[in-house]
């Protein structure tokens, strides 16, 4: 397998990314989620700016994609006078949290308020470090990558190492936050960063460096179930929401709108009798919600295989009650988790991943695309 090209990186608002189809605005909504009237505005912007889609991404942000580098300046103003960007580039890079989409009290928007702010007197963090506000009586974002957890109830909270069995009980918000903080910092001054500023929490614990006993003493809550579509969770097919699909729901609701890592926006208090655009996926099973699939080729310049396409042609066969992951590269943008069945673009060709993520080995390798609809049959059938 070739190792995908792992940048470091995750574009901004501030500091997009060039695609091969244009510049990558990605939104981080504050307190990961957006008002109806935001959501409104955003559709606009996508049509105005973009290719008049919103991308749902597993960091629980938005982004537009194909923005020409002329029209940039006048987006990011856009965005600005939406309240949908931080201060500063600084602040928004100290901004990468997700908030669970199951909160019910306020506490986990209390630490979302707080930390970016207080994260600003650490030295710069690694790009990709994040921190995960998981609060309830149940994790739903256990499977969502971060590096320092926020988990438990408002009177029972714990902060996590991510990679760690147990956490730090803290007695609030104000305390979780600086909790957050020593344990960020506890991260740097132990060797976390690498010399090229890059670091993972959880590869940092694997590598040997061992916790302090008090940061690992409280178990976290249980794990809920994995996230689907229904219950006023909408999706769309590969988590791309047409502006006019983005229109509906911000009809739907007079509440925020929550932004998940699933793909899903969650909807309360909602009327969804109006939701009708053939792309909105509103309940488990149906449209393309088993499918998933990158940006691939061409617009991806790390992909030699078209992803979306190639899963859209396989969705009419895949056995009911299957997952299907087509990822133009080993990085396995559009999923983290393993899929019954994950097809993985190399030279043109596909390696298959049987139960398993992008990183597991492959028991097939170099499928052509019209054998493909082979790997739903037999395993000796290919
Ligand atoms: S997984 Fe897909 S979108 Fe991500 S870098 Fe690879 S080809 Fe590009």
Redesign the pocket.
Known sequence: MVD??IQGWCPGSYRPMMAGDGLVVRVRPPLSQVSPAQLAALADLAEDHGTGVIEATSRANLQIRGVAEARFATLLAALDGLGLIAASAELEARSNLILSPHREDSVAEDIAHTLPKTLMDLPPLPAKFGFVIDTGAMRHLATTSGDIRVEGTKDALIVRADGAAAGRRVTDANAAVQACVDLARWFQETGGVGPDGRGRMRRHLAAGAVLPPAWANIPPPPTAAQMQAGSGAVGAGFGLFPAAALRQIARATSHPIRVTPFRLLVLRKADLTGLTHPDLILSPGTGLAAIHG????P?????T?Q?RTTARALAPLLPAGKTLHV????????LQRPADFTLV?RDGRFDLIRDGT?GAPPSQYGLAPDQLPLIFGPQNAL
């Not at 617009?299 to 992909?303: G, K, R, S, V, Y």
């Not at 990822?327 to 559009?334: I, R, V, Y």
């Open positions: 995908p090209i990158c940006t691939g080729a617009a991806c310049p790390q992909a295989v992803t990822s133009g590269c080993a990085k396995g943008c559009a673009g992008v």
